[in-house]
């Protein structure tokens, strides 16, 4: 309803600056007859900015328009029935016809409207008709409204723009200066759009001067939108890097602290994923004016809900296991087989929807082709918000240095009074709820269900191996790395290609430095 009020005003002002009345004969030339010829007279009017054309363009679009044999009638939302050019009230006839649009005349009264915004006083407004008529095809029965639009235009921005369009449509021109003219101009470009008008017009194109005009366009559009291509490789890195950190740092306390090889990481990121796919559907049911902010809950859930587990699967069989890796090992590959089990049972074999909130959907624009998805920035920050928690518990708690000093050396922090079990417990849980976090993160980007665990359990183990065992500060710069490194390399030898091209990278770089990126300070009397 704002909206269309606003469009209103801007029709209103159109008006009063330099618009006319639109006529009965305009109006019932708009309303009836062939589809060709409606489309013709209604970007006439819209050129001349006729006035108490937006709101019956609207009431076209809302099947809200009556046609008699002396009068065009328009309904309003209560019923009331008025003449489409007086607004004066009127009767309705039995005789009385509906208008009929096609597919085609939609599109181009939605065209139409749009186009009317290009004269708005709000820049913001402006902005939206010019995104919208890029989205759309225009014939050159549109030249003179984008002429007035851009001889009005006060924006430097959006002045460009639709001097881009306006070149769109006259590069298809009769007259070869004008052609010329055209293609010199959309050398500026930027929308992807416009790559695939210029490769057409080259096709076509029969002049050789122009073609090469054509051809220096499509080169200087290609090195734009390149950038954006760069860009959005690089954020596609960080944004699966940060993924990795969020499944690595819980594995950097399991393994990289405690030493035991978790193979059920995975599954306890699976856990979070569920207790996030839980909380959804608890305020789906009693809190649903709440559901946007299911995710403020559903962060404490999957950590409290995989920190349970981890706990429980610590105290019962992980705890006689220590110093046993193989054993190890094995006990937790068939721990992980057993909660995938418990969940199929549990929730099925399917995949379980998990919605963003709204505030996480959609995304910014950067470049003409490049959107920065909100749920992925979100995950970025997310990762460096845990990962700083997790820095600041280890350094500055009192746990995180029961849990350094037991890891350096657990004679001694024995026999200085420590409850090196208890510890352990807690580092467990800590390290499992971590991976619930990841869980409740990766609920946001993709699917959730049973396997979910097994696509990034081998990834965060290479993560830590890579930046050195125990190492946040090398966790972190591992998973950017490999991120990064993977994004670039899908896009120049495809997905499969590349892990192995990964995995060969990290075998090779682990030959020549077997701590990793950071090795760990100090002694061990242990060692």
């Known amino acids: 309803m704002l909206t269309r009020l606003l469009l209103l005003a801007s029709a209103w002002l159109l008006i009063c600056s330099h618009a006319q009345a639109l006529t009965p004969a305009q109006a019932r030339a708009i309303a009836a007859g062939e589809t060709d010829d409606r489309i013709a007279a209604l970007n006439a009017a819209a050129a001349t900015g006729e006035r108490g054309l937006a709101p019956f363009v609207q009431a076209l679009l809302d099947d809200a328009v009556k046609l008699t044999p002396e009068q065009v009638l328009v309904m309003d939302a209560d019923g009331n029935v008025k003449d489409a050019i007086t607004s004066k009230p009127a009767q309705l006839p039995e005789t009385a016809e509906d208008v009929v649009n096609n597919n085609r005349m939609r599109g181009a009264l939605q065209q139409a409207l749009a186009a009317l915004k290009l004269f708005s006083p709000d820049v913001a407004q402006r902005r939206e008709a010019v995104a919208s008529l890029g989205k759309d095809a225009l014939d050159e029965s549109q030249l003179p409204l984008l002429d007035k639009a851009l001889a009005a235009e006060t924006d430097a921005a959006l002045k460009a723009k639709l001097g881009i369009l306006r070149a769109g449509l006259v590069v298809a021109s009769p007259d070869r200066a004008k052609r010329l003219a055209a293609a010199q101009q959309l050398a500026d470009a930027s929308d992807p759009a416009v790559k695939s008008l210029l490769i057409d017009r080259i096709a076509v194109e029969p002049d050789a001067e122009v073609k090469a005009a054509l051809n220096s366009a499509l080169a200087a559009l290609d090195r734009h939108l390149a950038w954006g291509e760069r860009l959005g490789l690089i954020f596609s890195g960080i944004s699966l890097g940060s993924i990795l950190l969020l499944v690595a740092l819980g594995l950097a306390i399991t393994y990289g602290l405690m030493g035991v090889i978790n193979m059920a990481h995975g599954e306890l990121m699976m856990v979070g994923a569920y207790a996030t796919y839980v909380v959804q559907n608890l305020f789906r049911h009693y809190l649903p004016g709440a559901f946007d902010w299911y995710v403020v809950a559903a962060i404490p859930a999957s950590f409290l809900a995989a920190a349970l587990v981890g706990a429980i699967l610590e105290r019962s069989v992980i705890r006689w296991l220590y110093g046993r ?7 937790t590959w068939g721990i992980s087989l057993v909660l995938m089990q418990f969940v199929r049972s549990t929730f099925g074999a399917q995949n379980v929807p998990v919605e963003n909130p709204a505030w996480l959907s959609g995304g910014v624009s950067v470049l003409s082709n490049l959107v920065l998805p909100f749920n992925r920035i979100a995950i970025i920050a997310f990762a460096f918000l845990v990962l700083g928690g997790v820095a600041a518990m280890i350094a500055r708690t009192r746990l995180g240095l029961f849990v350094r000093g037991v890891t350096q050396n657990r004679r001694m922090a024995a026999c200085m009074g420590v409850n090196t079990a208890r510890i352990d417990t807690y580092a467990f849980a800590l390290g499992a709820g971590i991976a619930g976090l990841a869980g409740c993160a990766l609920s946001q980007v993709g699917n959730v269900g049973p396997d979910l665990g097994q696509s990034y359990i081998v990834d965060s183990f290479m993560v830590v191996v890579l930046g050195g065992v125990g190492q946040l500060a090398g966790t972190v710069i591992a998973a ?43 002694r061990s009397a242990e060692a």
């Open 480 to 522: 950017l790395g490999l991120g990064v490194l993977n994004k670039l390399l899908e896009g120049v030898a495809g997905a499969v290609l590349a892990k192995i091209m990964v995995l060969v990278f990290i075998v090779v770089f682990i030959q020549k430095r077997p701590q990793g990126l950071f090795a760990m300070k100090g």
């Open 325 to 331: 890796p193989l054993e190890t090992l094995l006990a």
